[in-house]
């Protein structure tokens, strides 16, 4: 009895786990890539279609996302602090300007119901590429 009780009991702990809800917990990140277009001069342009990685400090969980023709994306995340590496599409690194790869320019803060503007800025040399598979049947 007392294992089916306990059985019972995890079923119950796993189901309402899987059916949280996100309210109080959702945060929006406004992104942008560039690509410096000379090492050591401010000025950049926008870099489309960069593959991040983001990496919640806390619990080390990770996600993907990718900034669209223009360089930009807006996503929603959870709450909580992220550090973001830059790569292509093809999966390889993608070398981050000196200042984007400093840990206080790598790493933000996501508050839940705000959005919080990021950028990263590739190197001027940095290589990236690749694309995204066509929608098709094999």
């Not at 919640?56 to 929603?76: E, H, Q, R, Y």
């Not at 550090?83 to 999966?91: H, K, N, P, Y």
């Not at 950028?119 to 098709?136: F, I, N, Q, R």
């Amino acid at each position: 009895m007392k294992l089916v009780v306990a059985k019972l009991l995890l079923l119950a702990i796993v189901a309402h786990a899987q059916s949280d809800d996100l309210s109080g917990k959702v945060a929006f990140v406004s992104l942008t890539t560039a690509k410096l277009v000379k090492e050591g001069e401010p000025l950049g342009e926008f870099a489309p279609k960069v593959l991040l990685r983001f990496t919640k400090t806390k619990n080390s969980s990770v996600f993907l996302s990718m900034t669209g023709m223009d360089g930009t994306a807006f996503i929603p995340v959870e709450a909580g602090t992220y550090c973001v590496d830059a790569f292509g599409l093809d999966g390889r690194g993608a070398k981050m300007s000196a200042r984007s790869s400093e840990p206080i320019h790598r790493c933000f803060t996501a508050v839940a119901g705000r959005v919080v503007e990021f950028s990263v800025t590739l190197a001027a040399d940095a290589k990236y590429g690749g694309k995204v598979p066509s929608l098709g049947v094999d």
